[in-house]
């Protein structure tokens, strides 16, 4: 079946200090790939999506891109803030089902 | 709109017990789901709906039933609770299985069986 692997954390970093977050899939056909987050007592939110190889998809300064070569969708940002405290998820989408990794922590201080 | 509202926010049960966790969406989204929130395992799918009358088994279905009779609502329904269902649950919406905008998450219920 469809599986994503995410690094564990936590991953602290300081303040404006460059974040990578690794995830790769196993998936048949063509899935959609994507980002969530969960900041501390709230529900998952999309933070970016790609639907084909090669696709680039950013938000808020983060950006991922769908490497089907390499079975990879790692999160990137090259400043982070103590605002980007959370839980972050990688995931596919195929078909009805949408499959999440076990979710990274990352930690930024001051 | 409301979005994603999921009642209660937290219960305890005890083992055999029976509850129901409740979902419901104001954006007369088709797609709903309810998930499973455990520590180093991320979120696993427990069953999903593309419509009203139509349900269907997730990834770990086992000790949970789910009805779909309006667009609005999906309960979550726990038969006899056991230890192992201690849990955070989510609901989710979106517009279609395979959502441009992503799905729309509740704030979760934090359950705990003793």
């Known amino acids: 079946g469809d599986s994503v692997t995410q690094m564990e954390g936590p991953v602290t970093l300081s303040e404006e200090a460059f974040l990578t977050i690794n995830c790769t899939y196993t998936?048949?056909?063509?899935?959609?790939l994507f980002w969530y987050v969960q900041y501390p007592g709230e529900g998952l939110q999309l933070l970016l999506k790609?639907?084909?190889?090669?696709d680039k998809g950013s938000n808020k300064g983060f950006e991922a891109t769908y490497r089907k070569e390499t079975t990879s969708f790692h999160l990137e940002k090259g400043s982070v803030q103590v605002s980007d405290s959370a839980v972050y998820f990688c995931?596919?989408?195929?078909?009805?089902?949408?499959?999440f990794g076990g979710g990274t922590r990352l930690m930024v201080k001051p | 709109n409301a979005g994603v509202t999921q009642t209660p926010k937290f219960q305890v049960l005890k083992t055999g017990q029976s509850m129901t966790l409740q979902c419901a969406q104001d954006?007369?989204?088709?797609?709903m789901s309810w998930y499973r929130q455990d520590p180093g395992m991320g979120l696993r799918l427990i069953h999903y709906?593309?419509?009203?009358?139509?349900?269907d088994q997730g990834e770990v279905p086992n000790g949970y039933n789910v009805s779909r009779s309006t667009t609005e609502d999906f309960p979550l329904r726990l038969l006899s609770a056991a230890p192992s269902q201690t849990s955070v649950y989510f609901c989710?919406?979106?517009?279609?299985?395979?959502?441009?905008?992503?799905?729309?998450f509740g704030p979760g219920t934090r359950l705990t069986v003793l």
């Open positions: 709906s593309v419509g009203a009358g139509i349900t």
């Open positions: 998936a048949t056909g063509y899935p959609s």
């Open positions: 954006m007369n989204h088709e797609y």
């Open positions: 989710a919406s979106s517009y279609s299985s395979t959502p441009q905008r992503g799905q729309f």
């Open positions: 995931g596919l989408n195929a078909g009805n089902m949408l499959t």
């Open positions: 790609a639907t084909k190889a090669d």
